[in-house]
């Protein structure tokens, strides 16, 4: 089974030893001056015309940033039109916001002059045949209309800080003084929906990991009426400490975090909380540990999203998965979300560990509609989807076979009865850290690769499932980014990425590399990166750089056009997080 990424995160040879340099070399600054420029803070702003984190919009369009030699253009992409172009008037939106600016109608945030390559938007939606623009800059929302420059104002109450978004746009969730309250976007009315929060036994908190925020956990019902969270527990737990020390003073870190073998850990107490009646319903089950299918937290995307829960289309019953703290047993849940009432569906155990997949939402799908659950499971070493009864907990179907791990399950169509979802090894021939699309049905036939190249596949699929956006490359080869039908066909070219000038300064890709592991049979993939002057006549020194946590790595390549190593998620040694991000 793939358990591990490529080896290399730096220079990488199997034996790794290491060859003296034939002479010594004086460094001068020229050498120096060229170093800084490969940095990520400087190559990156040579890169143009990346598609990155696409944005679908409700009716079938979606619209990313393209960053270009003069900044950035904010483009939307029509696949029914096969058409795209800039989303507005990005000199006129900057004209109404200075204007708006200057006459003191965007205090706190504008600091202007602000120019039409360098807008400071977050997210936007469109009105009026794009003539009227709904801004999310930072914590404002602000509206403008382009037919009017300077009608730049305030369209409602600003956002919290940090916040969870309704679906209906109507209401954020934030933290305060460890409860939990809604603010009404419309007229910026404050609601505290629970009383008994209090220090290290807060609601919704992010703060039990290495990594933590003051971003609410939670996850919102479909009609935007209820919120499913937890009560954190930290109260006996023991303290963590870290000293960082630059120039100055040293500063000191410390929060609640248990470690291995305390006597107390954190734990979370479930709740749904319904908002219009400000009522608290605990789960009526102990409390749960602190963690999830896909890391050791709750949240595996940063603080952003509550993992391994998920609402019923009906808002009336909230299905989840329980963890051990080992991760050697997972529980499948169902609470009624009106009385707390909790029935355990399905569990399942593992000698070592479960492996949850990668991607940041979980690979298990709760499907009411049908009365079953898409389950993930590496039962026979690979990773797999399995289709389980929802009442009776017993198993249906093998939906996915074969060699090759599925790593991360995009969406369901319960109508269609089929699941698209990315894996890696499936295809001989192919590295196998490539991620690809494929769809197969529920009853385990009619498995279609949708993206049949040879490379890397960055998937984003539209809300509807009819189009994706699919990036493709390799660690030699730069983006190429297209939109492609639900069958896998072509529809549309979205953008080249453009290297030209990242490599006009030095920047070459790393190779990739296969050796044998030490059985002399498994090959290993990795990659050879060699000094920008590198001269085939010199020997050179090898740094032999592999990570020996008792982790699993997620599966990613490194992609041209961002000069480094994509990011690696490493789970199972107690936290998780990057482990390494190089040049």
């Known amino acids: 089974m793939l358990r591990t990424a490529h080896l290399a995160l730096a220079l990488l040879l199997s034996s790794g030893a290491v060859v003296a340099a034939q002479t010594a070399r004086v460094y001068t600054q020229a050498d120096y001056a060229k170093a800084r420029r490969l940095m990520d803070s400087n190559a990156d702003a040579l890169v143009y015309h990346a598609v990155d984190g696409p944005e679908w919009l ?44 200057a006459a003191g109608k965007l205090a706190g945030w504008w600091r202007g002059p602000l120019d039409a390559g360098h807008l400071p938007i977050d997210d936007f939606s469109l009105k009026d045949g794009a003539q009227t623009v709904l801004l999310t800059i930072g914590d404002s929302l602000v509206s403008c209309d382009l037919r009017a420059p300077g009608a730049c104002a305030s369209a409602g109450a600003a956002l919290p800080e940090t916040y ?192 949850g997949g990668d991607g940041k939402r979980e690979n298990w799908r709760y499907l009411p509609a049908s009365n079953q659950v898409l389950w993930l499971s590496a039962r026979d070493n690979w990773l797999q989807l399995y289709l389980y009864d929802l009442t009776t907990g017993k198993l249906k179907d093998q939906v996915t076979h074969g060699e090759g791990d599925v790593t991360e399950v995009l969406r369901v169509d319960e109508r269609a009865r089929r699941v698209y979802f990315i894996a890696v090894g499936k295809q001989a021939g192919f590295d196998p850290y490539y991620r690809a699309l494929y769809r197969v049905d529920l009853d385990g036939t009619g498995l279609k690769l949708l993206t049949p190249e040879n490379a890397d596949h960055e998937v984003t699929m539209s809300p509807d499932g009819r189009e994706f956006v699919d990036v493709g490359s390799t660690p030699e080869t730069p983006q190429a980014a297209v939109v492609r039908d639900d069958d896998g066909n072509v529809l549309m070219e979205v953008a080249r990425e453009d290297i030209s000038r990242l490599q006009a300064i030095g920047w070459k890709p790393p190779t990739p590399i296969t050796v044998k592991a030490r059985d002399g049979i498994a090959d290993l993939y990795g990659f050879l990166f060699r000094p920008t002057d590198f001269d085939p006549a010199k020997r050179y020194p090898i740094i032999d750089h592999v990570y020996p946590g008792p982790q699993a790595f997620a599966q990613g390549v490194g992609v041209v056009g961002r000069p480094r190593v994509r990011r690696r998620v490493h789970r199972r040694n107690g936290h998780a997080g990057p482990v390494e991000e190089l040049p």
């Open 58 to 101: 409700a009716d079938g369009r979606f619209w990313y940033r393209d960053a270009g030699p003069d900044g950035a253009t904010f483009t939307l992409v029509d696949p029914a039109t096969r058409t795209k172009a800039p989303a507005f008037d990005h000199a006129r939106l900057a004209s109404a916001l200075n204007a708006a600016g």
């Open 164 to 355: 969870d978004l309704s679906p209906d746009g109507k209401r954020a969730a934030f933290i305060r003084d460890n409860n939990l309250w809604v603010r009404e976007l419309a007229n910026g009315h404050e609601t505290q929906l629970t009383r008994d929060g209090a220090p290290d036994f807060g609601y919704a908190t992010d703060n039990a990991g290495w990594r933590h925020s003051d971003n609410p956990i939670l996850t919102w019902s479909p009609d935007s009426k209820r919120i499913a969270t937890f009560q954190q527990d930290q109260r006996k737990d023991g303290w963590m400490y870290l000293v960082s020390t630059a120039i100055g003073h040293p500063e000191l870190e410390a929060w609640r975090y248990p470690l291995a073998g305390d006597p107390h850990v954190t734990t979370i107490e479930r709740v749904i909380i319904d908002v219009d009646r400000r009522k608290v319903v605990r789960l009526k089950m102990p409390p749960d540990q602190h963690r999830s299918t896909l890391c050791d937290d709750v949240s595996c995307a940063g603080g952003h999203g509550w993992t391994d829960v998920q609402w019923s289309p009906d808002s009336a019953h909230v299905a989840f998965v329980s963890t051990s703290r080992d991760h050697k047993q997972e529980w499948l849940r169902v609470a009624d979300a009106a009385s707390g009432t909790v029935r355990d569906v399905m569990t399942e155990t593992a000698a070592t560990y479960l492996e």
